[in-house]
């Protein structure tokens, strides 16, 4: 077994031992639950944006946590002296955070819907918007050591991510939101309920996979600035 898919073992059960698997149970029943009271002709607008919403929780901020987890209990100082590189902790990150919400949020899309609707756009619009969410939000937390010192932060930046929603509601339409990350995996979920042109397909993957390349790069630096250097 490669250190990284031990990684990605010893990640899923920290998960699973500190409530996340039963946090996104909860919040996938209350999420069913909500979505059953819309007419089923509203779901296929209202879907992406609520898949959206959900997997900041389960993405942005589980990955908050887990960081400041880290950190208060000194398990970062230790992962810098043990053969685990940065690289394949991200990555392990990303992947075990990817694949929780992947689950929950395919549960909950077909509980609400039934199986009329593209598996194969959903889970790349999953996939790519949890990954892109998991590094940004390592980005973002890496130089805190509080949840209260993080919060606020938090909160303006997840609100500059929605901004291709005011497309996507009809608010307001500019090409300058293609440059957005976000519009590229909002078409993708768009797409698995709605039909969608084929370039933005190949746009939605091709432009997700170039920033979450670009932050995974990113991310290593952020890494040993804040992680190792600890860097104010």
Request: zero cysteines; hydrophobic letters at 55%.
């Amino acid at each position: 077994m490669t250190r990284l898919q031990t990684a990605v073992r010893w990640e899923m059960r920290l998960q699973f031992r500190h409530g996340f698997y039963y946090a996104a149970a909860f919040i996938a029943v209350i999420m069913t639950i909500v979505l059953w009271q819309f007419p089923r002709a509203e779901l296929p607008t209202i879907l992406p944006l609520f898949v959206l919403g959900n997997m900041t929780i389960g993405t942005f901020y589980f990955l908050a946590g887990l960081v400041l987890l880290e950190k208060g209990d000194g398990v970062l100082e230790g992962l810098i002296v043990s053969p685990l590189r940065q690289s394949e902790y991200l990555a392990a990150k990303v992947i075990s955070l990817t694949l929780l919400t992947l689950m929950e949020n395919v549960v909950i899309v077909t509980a609400v819907y039934g199986l009329n609707y593209n598996l194969l756009l959903l889970l790349l619009g999953l996939g790519l918007m949890a990954s892109f969410n998991v590094l940004f939000g390592f980005i973002a937390v890496a130089r805190y050591d509080s949840i209260n010192r993080f919060l606020m932060p938090s909160v303006l930046i997840t609100m500059a991510l929605t901004l291709p929603l005011l497309d996507y509601l009809g608010l307001w339409h500019s090409p300058l939101l293609y440059l957005h990350p976000v519009q590229a995996t909002l078409l993708l979920l768009k797409g698995a309920f709605q039909p969608i042109a084929g370039w933005q397909m190949v746009y939605g993957v091709l432009y997700a996979a170039l920033w979450i390349g670009l932050l995974f790069k990113f991310s290593q630096r952020i890494f040993y600035r804040f992680i190792i250097v600890k860097q104010a």
